[in-house]
């Protein structure tokens, strides 16, 4: 669990996604979310750089175009703590951790979708897992052949998911509005440059 949270190509991501990757790998315990829930909590490095959203309402949709990037700079900002001058080193595992990992919105690690399978993840080369003890390449060039061939089916089944999810956290974000009508005469308070 330390090893994929915060090892070599470990980037400090969050407990449900940190159990995801444990569970990928090949590994389980009953008690693996909840563990892995304390132990986000209890990283210091975690809790101390924790992602705090300041964005107005109106920049819901443009927040998305920038989840990875804000995704990626966290990552950074948990793996260098105060050695800020490594922050070039850092950046290829941090890639290579969020372009393992599954995201929410589409259920499927990036690299799933681009390359047609999933990757092999440094803690699997250094911690005995199942996929590499029993790994047999005849075999594995048959499962690689059909899995290419399902990967346009799980590009689009992973933006469908993403649609619905986009769909829903609009729906959860207009019950909160309180639409308000403006008529002429009517004063608000105007933000402008001079007021600062």
């Not at 922050?87 to 589409?106: D, F, K």
């Not at 769909?167 to 608000?188: C, I, S, T, Y």
Request: hydrophobic share 35%.
């Amino acid at each position: 669990m330390d090893e994929v949270h915060e090892g070599v190509c470990g980037n400090h991501i969050g407990g449900q996604a940190l159990a995801a990757k444990i569970v990928q790998t090949g590994y389980y315990w009953p008690t693996m979310k909840r563990d892995c829930i304390t132990k986000v909590k209890t990283c210091d490095k975690c809790q101390k750089h924790a992602a705090i959203s300041t964005k107005p309402a109106e920049a819901l949709h443009s927040m998305e175009a920038e989840a990875a990037d804000r995704v990626i700079l966290q990552a950074i900002k948990k793996k260098l703590d105060n050695a800020k001058g490594e922050w070039a080193e850092l950046i290829p595992e941090v890639l290579w951790s969020y372009n393992t990992t599954i995201q929410t919105t589409m259920g499927e690690t990036p690299f799933k979708l681009v390359y047609g399978s999933e990757a092999l993840i440094p803690v699997e080369v250094g911690v005995p897992t199942l996929r590499a003890d029993l790994y047999d390449e005849q075999h594995n060039i048959n499962a690689r052949n059909a899995e290419l061939d399902l990967t346009e089916e799980d590009r689009e089944i992973a933006t469908i998911k993403q649609r619905a999810q986009k769909q829903l956290a609009e729906r959860r974000h207009n019950k909160k509005v309180m639409p308000r009508a403006f008529e002429e005469g009517d004063l608000v308070l105007r933000r402008t440059e001079e007021a600062r």
